[in-house]
């Protein structure tokens, strides 16, 4: 059974730094892109970063792009997503999912639980 669990949300000002990680077991990690979504209250899952499975292709949503960096450790079965100068507009609900590199949602197989991330202006 596929699991995935992220960790290190919480609550900080704008202009702060967070970063979430999120651990795969029940298949191959190594074997699989990742990517992280958020969604805020009130609105719909959006597409945040993605990374191929080898570690050497990133693609970042525009609103991140900048001050977001996605990454992975295949020996820890982690990806992480290193959020800097954040935003009150990053608040949201953030996804780890397995399986592709999209930006939709539909073609991920696997998704956590999700972590909450609220920032304060």
């Known amino acids: 059974q596929v699991q995935l669990v992220e960790s290190g949300g919480g609550l900080v000002q704008a202009g702060d730094s967070l970063r979430l990680s999120c651990v795969a077991s029940?298949?191959?990690?190594?074997?699989?892109?990742m990517g992280w979504f958020r969604q805020a209250p009130g609105k719909e899952r959006e597409f945040v970063a993605s990374i191929r499975w080898t570690g050497a292709r990133m693609h970042y949503a525009d609103s991140v792009k900048g001050r977001f960096t996605i990454s992975r450790d295949n020996a820890k079965n982690t990806v992480y997503l290193q959020m800097n100068n954040l935003k009150p507009e990053d608040t949201a609900i953030y996804y780890c999912a397995s399986g592709s590199t999209a930006t939709t949602g539909l073609a991920y197989d696997y998704w956590g639980q999700g972590t909450q991330v609220t920032v304060s202006s």
């Open positions: 029940g298949r191959t990690f190594s074997s699989y892109s």
